[in-house]
């Protein structure tokens, strides 16, 4: 039977308690709590659920994980079956066709789609959930400001949810580069809902874009409490407070937060958790700051059972940093051959394909030349792809990792020129930044 959701949006299920759970669902999915729990309690009950089976899918898709891959596609499968037994409606079928695509690897056709079912239902909170991360996952900055952008005049302010709608605009602007409007709509966001986490997390990107790291920390520290329990979105805004630190030069306190809340024992092998550990990793590398063996293997063994699935390039290139500053060259060049062998065996029309013949390969590649010495092969492959690098997704914060080896290759190989360039490329966007200021200072007293 037709009935209605929370956002008065007609929905396919056999009963209202059904669709209460439902919601539950999306609501701790917006607050990055894991909604697992809820969506298998309702399945047991209604198992011919078609919205409840879709979110399923979403869920296993947004790890980025292949190993979640079959599960998507039998969430998938079901909802299909599900579609046929009581017939659903244009909403429904097209979140159905978005999953489809995006299994098939199309992630751009998957995001496509979501965009053209928020112009006919804006209020549509999971199509806003996933579109918007399917953006971050594409790179697409704009569309991750004006996908929410489009939805939001349509959102009545009192709506529970309308305060997560806010956090995603906070972060498309800030990715959008539109700093100061960023910090101001996040910051109403979280004054809405203090627990909402990616609403934070857009408060600390544009904190950090806008040079102001000590603010930055003492955010993120004063709202620990918020962000710091009970979501899997942990680990990330962590990493938000260890770049902060990082600015500041607080190594010993950096390394307390990674083994508490970034990389322990406990982190298990979860891609998108391992490459928080990965980005702060790389950085200490770069900066010959010595973390310790432990650490360093630590890392690297939780990567080596996922590092070469090819399934988002993004995610690859991270178990690469983890293997060279291990010291770990042949999981490193394992990776690198696989991602290779992907490419010779697929063919363009996967998202994943373009990623990695574009930018992952290419960043493996210099990965490995910059472990080994050879900072020269590291600028020539990471030169021409410096300014296309958003094509394989992630955040200004996250990328600035790949700017900071082309910087220190510059350094290391002694080229004084290409140095000076890009450093007055980085001194143009963070003039305050501590690193960009010591590495001013290098540039001086190099020969
Ligand atoms: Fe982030």
Request: charged share 20%.
């Amino acid at each position: 039977m037709m009935l209605k959701d929370q956002n008065d949006l007609n929905i396919t299920a056999s009963d209202p308690k059904y669709v209460a759970l439902y919601d539950d669902a999306i609501t701790e999915l917006a607050h990055f709590r894991d909604p697992s729990n809820i969506i298998e309690g309702l399945l047991e009950q209604s198992p011919h659920f078609a919205m409840a089976h879709i979110l399923s899918a979403y869920l296993y898709l947004l790890s980025t994980d292949e190993n979640d891959a079959a599960a998507a596609k039998q969430h998938l499968a079901l909802a299909n079956a599900a579609a046929q037994d009581s017939a659903i409606n244009e909403r429904e079928q097209k979140h159905l066709e978005a999953l489809s695509v995006w299994l098939d690897g199309n992630m751009e056709k998957a995001s496509f789609i979501l965009d053209s079912l928020l112009i006919d239902y804006p209020q549509d909170m999971l199509a806003l959930l996933i579109g918007h991360q399917l953006d971050f996952f594409l790179g697409h900055a704009q569309n991750l400001k004006n996908r929410i952008a489009r939805s939001l005049p349509s959102w009545d302010k009192s709506h529970p949810l309308y305060s997560f709608v806010l956090g995603m605009y906070g972060f498309g602007l800030e990715e959008a580069r539109e700093y100061n409007r960023a910090e101001d709509i996040a910051k109403q966001a979280v004054a809405l809902n203090p627990k909402d986490v990616w609403g934070i997390h857009a408060v600390a990107h544009a904190l950090e874009m806008l040079n102001r790291y000590e603010e930055g920390a003492q955010y993120m520290k004063q709202r620990k409490q918020d962000w710091g329990e009970n979501n899997f979105f942990i680990p990330h805004n962590a990493l938000h407070l260890g770049l902060f630190e990082l600015e500041m030069g607080d190594v010993k306190e950096i390394l307390a937060l990674s083994d508490t809340m970034i990389h322990n024992a406990s982190t298990g092998e979860n891609p998108i958790v391992l490459l928080d550990g990965s980005s702060l990793i790389w950085r200490f590398y770069l900066d010959n700051v010595d973390v310790g063996k432990a650490r360093l293997q630590a890392l690297a063994s939780s990567w080596r059972k996922i590092a070469d699935q090819n399934f988002y390039s993004f995610n690859d290139v991270h178990a690469v940093m983890a293997f060279v500053a291990a010291d770990d060259f042949s999981s490193a060049e394992k990776v690198i051959q696989s991602q290779k062998m992907f490419l010779k065996n697929n063919k363009p029309g996967i998202s994943y394909y373009h990623m990695t013949k574009e930018i992952g390969l290419p960043i493996s590649e210099a990965l490995y030349a910059f472990g080994k010495g050879n900072y020269q092969e590291c600028i020539n492959k990471l030169m021409p792809i410096k300014n296309t690098i958003h094509h394989f997704g992630g955040s200004h914060a996250q990328r600035d990792v790949f700017a900071r080896t082309l910087v220190e290759a510059a350094f290391r190989s002694k080229n004084k020129l290409l140095a000076q360039a890009l450093l007055s490329e980085r001194l143009e966007e963070k003039p305050q930044s501590p690193y960009n200021l010591m590495k001013k200072e290098n540039l001086a007293l190099m020969a």
